[in-house]
Every structure is written in C-alpha cells, then in structure tokens.
C-alpha cells in the first residue's frame, strides 16, 4: 500500500539499498541496531512464535517515518543478523495503540506474519505468490474481497496492482497480515493492502525499501516468518540485558506490548506530531486510479 507522498527523494534515500549493515552515519539518529541480539535475549516486547526469520522495522520515535530494517535467521537457540537495510514508514509514522485505521497514514505497530507475497515475477519464494497483471486488484471496497487479492473490475476504493507495479512500488512485495487472517479477522475499514515492498519512499501505511532488500527476504521466506514493527520504546524492554536502565516511570510498564514514550522524546515528537496532523488534514484521498492507496 505505498504510493509516494513526497514529490522528490528524501536525504535518507542516499544510503537506503545497502546489502550489508550501515555505517553508523547511515543509520537514522538513535535507533538501536543489536534488534536480533534482543530478541534471542527475551527483549522483544511482541510475540515472534519461534518463527524460523524475524524481520524488525522499528523507528525511534511516534511520528518518525525513517525506519531501521534488520533481517534475523534462528540458529539453535540464537537468532543471529542476516542483513540490514534502512526504509520507510507511513507518512504518519507508526500507529499509536487504538490508531491504526484507514486513510490515517500510519503503519500498523505490532507483530505479524508473511504469508503470501505479490510482483512482476515470482523471485523463488515459498510464499503464496501472485503475479500481477491488468486485472490484479487488492480489495479496498466494504465486502468479501476487502484486504484480499483478487483479479477483476475495479470497485472505486481497490488498488489497483497493475498501476503500482508500472511505478516501481511493486515489483516486488511482501503482504504484511494486518487485519486479515491468519493473524486476525478482517474489519471492515481498519486499513488494508499493507505490504513491505520497493520504492524507498514514505507511503500512505507500508514499509517501504530497495528493491534489492525486498527480494532478498523473498527468497528465504516461508509461511509464518514474522515481521515485528513499531517504534522502539512499543518494540524492546527497558533496562535489560542491552540496554541502560531507564526510569518506569520514564518508559512506563515494560510488561505493557505499547509502554509510553520517554518524556524527552515525547516532547520531540509532538512537534513531529503536530506538524504531521496539520499536513494530514489537507490531504485529499481520491476514490479512483488517482486516489491516495493505502500502502
């Protein structure tokens, strides 16, 4: 669900599409890199399932957009960094709890599962694959095919597959499974087409990245890898193994999936915050082939 919002690149896009882990110049401002270590030492705040892959994209902050991408395979009883890369989130950054929903720009906080995956050309995965063509629709309208692929007319609120893929976004894609099963019953109007795909850009509730990433997670994925994504303080434990101690009443309750921001960033993000529900309440979301898409 990605469309970009921004009619030039971000600064960012110069170091996004890196194979192998960032320099610290190239990782965004005070997001942690040691995602995989975390998770082998039981900091990860969102179920994983002992998934076989776990893909994180965190940001460092509520309203950020630039996002940290760490691939992590399971050896034994470790999980170790396959790859890194950087991307982006949705225009309004990630969900707070209670606030993902359709047309608000976020992208959805949590963990979820790879299930199916869509582009021009099936680049090896074990996913469920579906290979786009003129006809290749993701449901948008109220209805059985709200949040699922299908070929066919388009009903004014679909997105249109075939267009996106003429753009670049989705050359390639990996269906993220919010609000649809297996992860969770589908709700009419909680947001949909919600996938990790190409295009390096901030989207309307998607992870965007290169290409070269996307393809790469293909490749190794099988049903029920897990991505987890959020900002870090809903992500990872405070004042464990890894990490420094932080007052509780700085991060709030680490037992709690979705603990409160510190209060030095939260003060930084309500200008974030601010900036972003002003330019958020001019957008106008079209209903046909030039409408705002959801990813």
């Not at 790879?114 to 003129?134: C, D, S």
């Not at 059985?144 to 609120?157: I, R």
């Not at 894609?173 to 992860?183: F, K």
């Not at 996938?195 to 393809?215: K, M, P, Q, R, Y």
Request: overall charge neutral.
């Amino acid at each position: 669900m990605m469309k970009q919002l921004l009619a030039a690149p971000l600064a960012l896009s110069a170091v996004l599409g890196l194979p192998a882990v960032p320099s610290l110049a190239a990782t965004p401002e005070g997001i942690v890199t040691n995602a995989c270590e975390r998770l082998t030492a039981g900091e990860v705040l969102y179920p994983t399932y002992g998934a076989k892959r776990v893909t994180f994209a965190t940001a460092e902050a509520y309203g950020a957009t630039e996002v940290l991408i760490t691939g992590c395979v399971k050896k034994g009883e470790e999980y170790v960094q396959e790859w890194q890369s950087t991307g982006f989130a949705g225009r309004s950054g990630f969900a707070p709890p209670g606030k993902m929903w359709q047309d608000t720009l976020y992208s959805p906080s949590g963990s979820f599962s790879f299930t199916e995956a869509l582009g021009r050309k099936n680049p090896g995965t074990k996913l469920r694959y579906h290979t786009i063509n003129r006809l290749s629709r993701w449901g948008g309208e109220p209805g059985p095919t709200y949040n699922q692929y299908f070929e066919g007319k388009d009903g004014g609120a679909d997105e249109d597959l075939w267009f996106y893929l003429r753009q670049g976004d989705y050359e390639q894609a990996a269906v993220i499974n919010w609000n649809r099963e297996p992860d969770m019953p589908t709700v009419q109007g909680a947001s949909f087409a919600i996938f990790l795909h190409a295009g390096n850009s901030v989207t309307a509730g998607c992870i965007s990245t290169d290409l070269e990433t996307v393809t790469r997670l293909l490749v190794s994925a099988t049903p029920g890898d897990r991505i987890v994504m959020g900002v870090e303080p809903a992500v990872y434990a405070a004042g464990t193994k890894t990490t420094p101690d932080i007052k509780a009443d700085d991060m709030g309750n680490a037992s709690n999936p979705q603990p409160a921001m510190p209060h030095v960033m939260a003060r930084a993000v309500a200008g974030v915050a601010g900036a972003a529900a002003i330019l958020t309440g001019v957008i106008v979301i079209a209903r046909k082939r030039q409408r705002l898409h959801q990813g």
